[in-house]
């Protein structure tokens, strides 16, 4: 049990810098994942029949597995959470036939055509509350170089509160550390949820983490 936490990240644990920096990314990311897998299927199985779409689909299985690659390494570099390769070794033969069988690449596809939703979801989340918690936090230091020297909450033509005092704007430095307050351990919570999720479909199934752990220990060899 304990070489399965191990291996495969079953209890990660980032950081908040960087889980705040990897769900930041997490758009940007997903908008070129979803794109280059959605053209380069599209593509590849729409001409297929004339044999034409072939090689763009083998182009996309590639792109799949080194993606993957990458994502994983950027999961344990900034979610510091360790996720083992989930291929098996490729025969000697028919390895494209391996490699188009093998349920991970497809998963790894999978992957990046849901990281765009779920990135918009996490970058939304991530910028509201952060920026929410940093203007607020510090309005006592820039709200006199605002128009007019005061800042208009809510709406700039009837504002509910104007603030154009230094004290006035200490009320806000209140609001923004209880946002911070929600804000730290929200995103470390969605940095471990992105984890497992990384975890689920780049990693190995359970099973198999569990087959290769039994596999390795002193007692496999004596069965």
Known sequence: MTTTFHQDGTRPNPSVLGSLGYLLMNLPVGI???VTFVVLLSVGVGTAVVWVGLPVLALAVVAARVSARVERARVYAMLDTYIASPYPPLPERGRWKARVRDSST????????VLLPV??????TVVVFWSLALGATFLPVYYRFL???EYRVFDTENPVW?????VEALAFTGLGLVVFAIAIPLTRAMGRGHARFARALL???P???RFDA???SPLAHEV
């Open 207 to 209: 099973s198999a983490v």
């Open 119 to 124: 990135g918009i979801a996490e970058f939304t």
């Open 162 to 166: 104007v603030v154009d005092s230094f």
């Open 147 to 149: 128009p007019d020297g």
């Open 214 to 216: 039994a596999a390795s």
């Open 106 to 113: 497809w998963k790894d596809m999978a992957y990046f055509l």
């Open 32 to 34: 070129a994942g979803f």
């Open 203 to 205: 990693g190995p199934a």
